[in-house]
């Protein structure tokens, strides 16, 4: 049986998630968050206390830990992850863990299974380019540094946190250059991919313009 797969791609707060949840659900598709499963897998070896994570041999327990997704909530080993994965110390290292050849694949290959067994609305930096090279339909979906920025400052200070709007910033900026920079599988836009710039858009009407898309790329 075949089934559909959206893919979404894009720079750190670009709004990638967000849509893919509204346009999974209208659906009745799969969300699967892509950068979750680097995040549990870097959480995971924070909390083994590996050393250097750097190292990709201290990676083993990768292929005996569980991930799943249930109601858009991320599990490891039956436990949900989902707040602890975007805490500080996870943030720091997930583009360090994420660089590592054995890391990415083990992830992609999971992340090839979920595909194969239902229809999926997967988000990440390397679906459209590596994941899903034949997703049904492909977006890599940008904004405006400043505007990602503000979003994410205003997201973050709701949760909490004193980081200034600068802060933010510079801490973006420093994950599109290593995302986009690194050797394996980089922040890339496929060529096949279609390009949608969020900065003046609604969430709703980015939702509304990939589902129009999907549809007819669906029927074609
Ligand atoms: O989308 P996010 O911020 O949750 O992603 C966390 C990190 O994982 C980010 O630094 C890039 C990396 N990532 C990746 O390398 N490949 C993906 N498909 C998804 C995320």
Redesign the pocket.
Known sequence: MKYYSIAIDGP?SSGKSTAAKLIAKELGYTYID???M??AITLKALNLKIEDLADEKNYSFIPETKLEFHDNKMFMDGVDVSKEIREQDVVKN??LV?SLRYVREELVALQRKFAEVTNVCMD????GTNVLKNATLKIFLIADVNVRAQRRYLEQKEKGSTMTLEEVLKDLER?DYY?SHRELNPLRKAEDAIEIDNSSMTIEEVKNKIITLFKEFKHE
């Open positions: 750190s892509t950068g979750a680097y995040r997930v583009s994420s990440g930096r390397d679906i994950r995302d």
